[in-house]
C-alpha cells in the first residue's frame, strides 16, 4: 500500500490515482514542495548582541530536491557560508524550521544531528580541510573511522571514494605532493563515504586552476545527474552558471533569486565547461 508521499511522486497511473493526486493539487504545483530533501524555512541567523547584533541571514525559506546542482550565489559576506552551515546541520539558526528528509531537527541533540551529518550529508570545507600529516586514502580512513567503520571493508570503501573521484592511482599521497584539485578532490571522496544523498560544497573550485576546477565541477554535476543526489554548491564565480541546474542569490543575508537555469537532460557535452 502506497502511502500519502509515495502516491504524490508515484509514476503509477489510473483513474483513482489520478484523482488522488489532484486532491494535492497546490503543492504538487511547486516543483520544489513536490520532493523537498532538504529545507530551510524562515531561517534566521544572528551574529552579536544588542546594537552590535547583526544577521548573516535574515528570513531566508528555500528548498532543495535531489538531482539537482543548485549554485548558491551572492557578494563575499551575504550568507552563502552561513546558509550552507545550516542546510549541512553545522550551525542552528535563530529563527525558522530546518527539515533535512522531512524531519524537523528542531530540539535534536548535538549527537542526533552528527548521526544525521555523517551518514546524509556530504559537506565540503572551502579550504579541503585535509590532515597534512596523512595521505589521501588516510585522510578518508580517518572519516570512516570516526563514522565507526574500520578494516577491510573500510579499506575497499575508501578505494571505491578514491576511485569515483579519479584518484585511484594517488591514495599514497601526502596533500603537500597533489595539486589543489587533487586536494578537492580527495575532501570531495571523503565527504561521499557513507554514500550521502546531499552533498554541499562550499567555493570547491575558489583557488583550482581552469582544468581542476572543470574535473571538479564534472565530478560535482555528475553526483547530481547520473546518481541523484542533491548538490548545492557555494560560489561566487559566474564560470558555474551555464553548469547548474538552478541558481540562488543571496545578498545583504536575504534572498534575492531564485531561477532555474535549465532542465536535467542538459548533458554536460552539450554545456560549457568552466573556462578562465
Ligand atoms: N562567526 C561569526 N561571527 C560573527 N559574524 C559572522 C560570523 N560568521 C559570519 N559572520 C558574518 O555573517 C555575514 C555572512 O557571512 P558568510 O555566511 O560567511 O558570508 P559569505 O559566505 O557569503 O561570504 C558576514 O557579514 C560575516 O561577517
Ligand atoms: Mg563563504
Known sequence: MLNTAELKTSRTTGPLVELVKKSFTGRLQSPVAQAAMLEVQNVSVEYGAGRAMAYALEDVSVAFRPGKLTLLMGPSGSGKTTLLSVLGCLVTPNRGSVRVLGNDIAGWSESAKTELRREKIGYV?????????????????????????TGRQAREAAEAALLAVGLENKGHLLPKEMSGGEKQRVAIARALINDPPIILADEPTASLDSKSG???AELLLGLAEKQNRLVVVVSHDNRWLPLCHRKVVLQN?????????????GKLGRVSRLSV
Do not use: H, K, P
Open 214 to 216: 572543470n574535473q571538479v
Open 125 to 149: 570545507f572551502q579550504a579541503f580541510r585535509l590532515f597534512r600529516a596523512l595521505t589521501a586514502m588516510e585522510n578518508i580512513l580517518l572519516a570512516m573511522e570516526l563514522s565507526g567503520r
Open 253 to 265: 543575508g536575504c534572498l534575492i533569486g531564485d531561477d532555474m537555469t535549465r532542465n536535467t537532460t
